[in-house]
């Protein structure tokens, strides 16, 4: 399994902007296709954005125009970037990797191999 590391997660604005980022210390995550997920408390846990080893990227319908998934491969990290955030885009905030890539399937959480613990985001005045 790849060991993942999330972080970036703070207490932002409505309004507001942050960068989470997801390294690995062993692992060279452009060998990987990653996800973001995100749980809310008492929801379940829901795709937000992944990026292929292509460089294919997809988004939630409910964060496109507003998040950006990318890759610095010479941190080995996958960031999503978020802006214009919303009290409804609170939760723990997970970055997962895969050895294959799945299209239109890829906010399916089963499809990934291996998790990070999370980071908390929490929009709020």
């Known amino acids: 399994q790849v060991q993942l590391v999330e972080s970036g997660g703070a207490l932002v604005q409505p309004g507001g902007s942050l960068r989470l980022s997801c390294a690995s210390s062993?692992?060279?995550?452009?060998?990987?296709?990653i996800g973001w997920f995100r749980q809310a408390p008492g929801k379940e846990r829901e795709g937000v954005s992944c990026?292929?080893?292509?460089?294919?990227?997809y988004y939630a319908d409910s964060v496109k125009g507003r998040f950006t998934i990318s890759r610095d491969n010479a941190k080995n990290t996958v960031n999503l970037h978020m802006n214009s955030l919303k009290p409804e885009d609170t939760a723990v905030y997970y970055c997962?990797?895969?050895?294959?890539?799945?299209?239109?399937?890829?906010?399916?959480?089963?499809?990934?191999?291996?998790w990070g613990q999370g980071t908390q985001v929490t929009v709020s005045s």
């Open positions: 997962a990797a895969s050895g294959r890539w799945y299209g239109r399937t890829w906010y399916r959480a089963a499809q990934y191999d291996s």
């Open positions: 062993r692992f060279t995550l452009d060998y990987y296709t």
């Open positions: 990026i292929s080893r292509d460089g294919n990227t």
